[in-house]
């Protein structure tokens, strides 16, 4: 069973730089893919960026293209969201997704088959 961690949320100021970690542990031959999802208040989850562990492509929103970032640490099995210039419209929680190899459309949630428990990111003007 995959269990996923995330860690590093909390509050800053717009223009400030946070960054999200998700550790993955178990079940590693049945995901490559990781990624972040984000659910604000009253809004429907969407995908803010994925990598894929086997060729390590990256992929992102447009809205967040150019402010974050996502890499990994290969010895821990974890999977980093670097957030820069944040905007109060990046408040949101955000959750650690892990998908199956064949997974092509990174931005549609229930292609994931496992997720973490969330982490609160809010941002003030």
């Known amino acids: 069973q995959v269990q996923l961690v995330e860690s590093g949320g909390g509050s800053v100021q717009a223009g400030g730089s946070l960054r999200l970690s998700c550790s993955a542990s178990g079940g590693t031959f049945s995901w490559n893919v990781l990624a972040w999802f984000r659910q604000a208040p009253g809004k429907a989850r969407e995908f803010v960026a994925a990598?894929?562990?086997?060729?390590?492509?990256?992929h992102y929103a447009d809205s967040v293209k150019g402010r974050f970032f996502i890499f990994r640490d290969n010895a821990k099995n974890t999977v980093y969201l670097q957030m820069n210039s944040l905007k109060p419209e990046d408040t949101a929680v955000y959750y650690c997704?892990?998908?199956?190899?064949?997974?092509?459309?990174?931005?549609?949630?229930?292609?994931?088959?496992?997720w973490g428990q969330g982490t609160q990111v809010t941002v003030s003007s």
């Open positions: 997704a892990a998908g199956p190899n064949y997974l092509s459309d990174y931005a549609r949630a229930p292609r994931y088959d496992h």
């Open positions: 990598h894929r562990w086997s060729g390590g492509s990256s």
